[in-house]
């Protein structure tokens, strides 16, 4: 058999819905107090089966007892207990995230120490450049030296915000906000290789931006990516200001305002000036001008989305109502600040409210507000929310209901979380293991369903990377894909099933298939029994036809004729994920990034031509027995499929 026919077999396997035995069943779910809406609460799914789907959508795959678990509490009332994440103990995984010694580090310092090393590495440029002076080979050495230094400081912390990521994926109690961290740091995605203060700003980002504000308001949510250094040096919005040509708040009558960066920096709030009068002026100064990159994407991506109803001149106005958002200096600590002498203070109109002539930052805070509130903003997100929840092709009825709540609860996340995965589309048979696994869901997923203790190394991430996602390593601000056909070709599923392999030959950091309990009196069992036992402790029971034969005969139609994990190494170059290199030390070595917007429109479709040419995977040896079945189990479409 054709390896291109085979393939599309697997792929339309992956991409189907295969659910086992249904049936109608009363939800009992009781609709929030502030929402009115009248829906339908039956669920097609057997109560096992809502406890599968649930786990599947709302963590990151159900470890070893978590079925138990959640059966014992309650559905309902472990779905509400997710939704609520200040109410979970997580002591063990702060406990593990402060072992990352450059994320627990103040971020004010680690930015001063670049901006020393920055100083010092423009002193090696000039003695190199000085032919006169002649340097020593001591000299010479130790400017390499500072110049290594700098380089390992700066890979440090992109390798250990990646592992922690996907340590807090694997082993956090608080799964649900995990996997809304995410969705918001893809929705709001940043490219870590931007530029070489980009990983410092990230930290940030990630511990004190997205996650804690994952499940509140939106345009609390909202106003914090605004102004986190880490989008505002990613899209250009830092070295934005008012045209030569526009009036601007003159410095003796406007103080900037300025939050603090850093460990706990963005949850503090704002340090505010004393209030004084502020009067338009014309000045003129060097190296003025306008950057329309975060206006536009705040319109496209973030907000109204493309079909929002707004125009260019929207987006002229927006840039224009954000001039003067920009960060300190890394010398003085980084963080956000603004800086009415460079703000455009002439009047504005955006989606036809009219902003006023001489405000300063209001103006922003304003757009934020109109957009915040906007009905197209409440559909958006509603409708970005149900396709990662539900379906790739969410209904009108759901994404209707769930923009009706957002709007009635003035942008409460947790509250259209709720509408959502409470909704009899997200307990319907159609639902049911329909939406295939992204890369960092694939690898996550995996580490839970065998237990795994979370992994401090860099190596999780790496996997993640091979398989063609690399985390913060999407250049373009539009963010990994989230539906499924993105992610699946050839040398994806080849990936996949050589990644299954690979982690049940013990290639996955800290998973142990032998100390699986359900897995480690069954080694001498006839194989029909192991199969059984695999089945049952990897893929919930559930198993088409087709993946039985699979792991009865111990054959997959893709592994034979050599295009198995050596084989995948003579693919053609042509056909690597151009990201595929972009974990931890490629990405902190990067050069500064392709404009944001330029590389929107270039960059392929994530995952689409991602073939790992034996990287990571090379020279897997023959499996027999249960790790060959559990291998096999772990590539299988229903795995693969959540």
Same mark, same amino acid.
């Given at each position: 058999?054709?390896?291109t026919k085979v393939t599309g077999i697997v792929a339309a396997m992956l991409l189907s819905v295969?659910?086992?035995?249904?049936?109608?069943?009363?939800?009992?779910?009781?609709?929030?107090?502030?929402?009115?809406?009248?829906?339908?609460?039956?669920?097609?799914?057997?109560?096992?089966?809502?406890?599968?789907?649930?786990?599947?959508?709302?963590?990151?795959?159900?470890?070893?007892?978590?079925?138990?678990k959640v059966r014992a509490l309650g559905l309902d009332s472990w779905i509400n207990q997710q939704l609520q994440p200040e109410k979970i103990n997580d002591d063990a995984m702060s406990a593990f995230v402060r072992n990352y010694s450059a994320l627990d580090e103040n971020q004010n310092d680690l930015l001063k120490q670049y901006a020393e090393q920055q100083r010092q590495r423009r002193e090696v440029k000039r003695d190199r450049a000085d032919t006169t002076q002649g340097m020593t080979s001591d000299k010479t050495a130790q400017m390499r030296q500072?110049?290594?230094?700098?380089?390992?400081?700066?890979?440090?912390?992109?390798?250990?915000?990646?592992?922690?990521?996907?340590?807090?994926?694997?082993?956090?109690?608080?799964?649900?906000?995990?996997?809304?961290?995410?969705?918001?740091?893809?929705?709001?995605?940043?490219?870590?290789?931007?530029?070489?203060?980009?990983?410092?700003?990230?930290?940030?980002?990630?511990?004190?931006?997205?996650?804690?504000?994952?499940?509140?308001?939106?345009?609390?949510?909202?106003?914090?990516?605004?102004?986190?250094?880490?989008?505002?040096?990613?899209?250009?919005?830092?070295?934005?200001?008012?045209?030569?040509?526009?009036?601007?708040?003159?410095?003796?009558?406007?103080?900037?305002?300025?939050?603090?960066?850093?460990?706990?920096?963005?949850?503090?709030?704002?340090?505010?000036?004393?209030?004084?009068?502020?009067l338009p002026q014309q000045q003129q100064r060097q190296r003025q001008g306008?950057?329309?990159?975060?206006?536009?994407?705040?319109?496209?991506?973030?907000?109204?989305?493309?079909?929002?109803?707004?125009?260019?001149?929207?987006?002229?106005?927006?840039?224009?109502?954000f001039t003067g958002w920009t960060i300190k200096p890394p010398a003085q600590g980084g963080g956000f600040i603004f800086r009415p002498q460079v703000h455009d203070a002439g009047e504005k109109i955006v989606l036809g409210h009219k902003l006023a002539a001489g405000r300063g930052m209001e103006d922003a805070e304003d757009v934020l507000d109109i957009l915040a509130r906007s009905?197209?903003?409440?559909?958006?997100?509603?409708?970005?929310?149900?396709?990662?929840?539900?379906?790739?092709?969410?209904?009108?009825?759901?994404?209707?209901?769930?923009?009706q709540v957002y709007l009635q609860t003035d942008g409460d996340i947790r509250e259209v979380l709720r509408s959502i995965v409470t909704s009899p589309e997200f307990f319907s048979q159609q639902a049911f293991r329909s939406k295939v696994k992204s890369p960092f869901?694939?690898?996550?997923?995996?580490?839970?369903?065998?237990?795994?203790?979370?992994?401090?190394?860099p190596r999780t991430a790496q996997v993640i990377a091979y398989l063609g996602q690399p985390i913060?390593?999407?250049?373009?601000?539009?963010?990994?894909?989230?539906?499924?056909?993105?992610?699946?070709? !050839?040398?994806?599923?080849?990936? @996949?099933?050589?990644?299954?392999? =690979?982690?049940? +030959?013990?290639? %996955?950091? $800290?998973?142990?298939?032998?100390?699986?309990?359900?897995?480690? !009196?069954?080694?001498?069992?006839? @194989?029909?029994?192991?199969?059984? =036992?695999?089945? +049952?402790?990897? %893929?919930? $029971?559930?198993?088409?036809?087709?993946?039985?034969a699979v792991l009865l005969s111990g054959e997959h139609p893709m592994l034979a004729n050599g295009a198995g994990a050596n084989g995948i190494q003579n693919m053609s170059p042509a056909e690597a994920n151009p990201d595929s290199e972009m974990s931890g030390e490629a990405m902190a070595d990067g050069a500064n990034g392709q404009n944001a917007a330029r590389a929107r429109r270039n960059q392929n479709a994530g995952g689409k031509r991602g073939a790992l040419q034996g990287r990571g995977f090379a020279n897997i040896p023959q499996l027999n027995g249960v790790p060959q079945i559990v291998g096999l189990a772990l590539g299988s479409p229903e795995f693969q499929r959540h």
């Open positions: 058999m054709r390896i295969a659910p086992v035995g249904v049936f109608a069943q009363k939800s009992g779910v009781k609709t929030p107090a502030k929402t009115v809406i009248a829906r339908s609460d039956v669920r097609e799914l057997p109560a096992d089966q809502q406890i599968i789907q649930a786990l599947n959508r709302l963590t990151f795959g159900a470890k070893p007892g978590d079925i138990l500072q110049l290594q230094q700098q380089g390992d400081s700066r890979r440090q912390v992109v390798t250990q915000l990646q592992s922690s990521r996907a340590a807090r994926a694997v082993a956090s109690e608080r799964q649900l906000q995990e996997v809304m961290t995410d969705f918001w740091e893809n929705h709001f995605n940043i490219y870590a290789a931007k530029g070489a203060p980009e990983p410092y700003y990230l930290v940030d980002f990630d511990q004190n931006v997205i996650r804690p504000r994952s499940l509140g308001k939106f345009r609390d949510l909202l106003e914090a990516v605004a102004e986190s250094p880490a989008m505002l040096f990613y899209l250009d919005n830092a070295r934005s200001m008012a045209d030569s040509t526009r009036p601007t708040l003159g410095a003796q009558n406007a103080a900037p305002r300025i939050r603090p960066f850093g460990r706990g920096g963005l949850m503090g709030g704002i340090r505010r000036a004393p209030q004084q009068q502020r306008l950057n329309e990159n975060y206006g536009r994407e705040l319109l496209e991506l973030h907000t109204l989305g493309v079909d929002g109803g707004y125009t260019q001149q929207d987006v002229i106005n927006v840039a224009r109502a009905p197209a903003t409440a559909r958006f997100i509603s409708f970005k929310l149900a396709r990662h929840f539900v379906s790739d092709s969410p209904s009108k009825a759901l994404v209707d209901h769930a923009t869901e694939v690898v996550v997923s995996a580490m839970r369903a065998l237990n795994a203790a979370p992994d401090s190394t913060f390593g999407h250049q373009a601000p539009n963010g990994w894909p989230e539906t499924g056909e993105s992610w699946m070709n !050839t040398g994806a599923i080849l990936n @996949r099933i050589n990644f299954g392999m =690979a982690a049940a +030959a013990g290639r %996955l950091p $800290g998973a142990d298939i032998r100390a699986l309990p359900s897995l480690d !009196t069954i080694g001498s069992a006839p @194989r029909e029994k192991q199969v059984d =036992a695999v089945v +049952a402790a990897i %893929l919930n $029971g559930m198993v088409s036809p087709d993946t039985r």
